[in-house]
């Protein structure tokens, strides 16, 4: 009985043995994929602001790179070459345009067509409320020039220009994302509220 069982033991180890071989050399079927990886950038908005540079009589200078400030010697009658442009960047995102002009001489702007307001009404711009700040009825792409306006003319009937000595005309400009907006005035609001 003892050559039976052991006998038996050793067919047991011997099964066990070969089930132990089998299993080793069996594989379960498997894939894998390559990873999907997704870099972010990040998106911008980028404008700059300038105009042709001019002598004090306002005549532009033919060939020269264009500036952020002038001067101006005012004289009844006079036009002078104001062009502000703002551009907007190659590789930045669509945008809304906004200008702050603060017009210190408005008061002696000739009237009619020829006034800054009256340009920058012709190329687009809208006030916004009660402010001194306009928005620009597109939307901006990159690489686009978008002008402000093109000159000032001081109407001939000017008494006296005194007052108006060291008065500026000052122009800044801003951008806000297009995506998310439905209009510029709503991109304004949500981005400066009131105030520039």
Known sequence: MKTFKKALLMSVCAV?????????????LQAETDPITNTMTVGKVAITL???????????????????????KLLPGQT???????????????CYLFVEVVN?????????????AE???????????????????TVAEAGNDVPVFDSFTISENVDDLQPYDGK?????????????FATAEAAWNATFGANP
Do not use: C, F
């Open 168 to 180: 500026t005309i000052t122009v800044k400009a801003y951008a806000v994302q297009a995506e998310g």
């Open 119 to 137: 340009q920058m009404a012709a190329k687009g711009w809208t006030k916004i409320g009660d402010t001194n700040v306009y928005y620009h009825g």
């Open 104 to 116: 210190e001489i408005a008061a002696i702007e000739k009237s009619g067509a020829t006034t800054i």
């Open 80 to 94: 002078y070459t104001k062009d502000p442009k703002v551009h907007v960047a190659a590789g930045s995102e669509n």
């Open 16 to 28: 066990a043995l070969v089930v132990a071989s089998i299993m080793g050399t069996m594989a379960y």
């Open 50 to 72: 300038d105009e042709a540079k001019v002598t004090t009589d306002g005549v532009a200078v033919v060939d020269a790179d264009r500036v952020t400030q002038n001067a101006y």
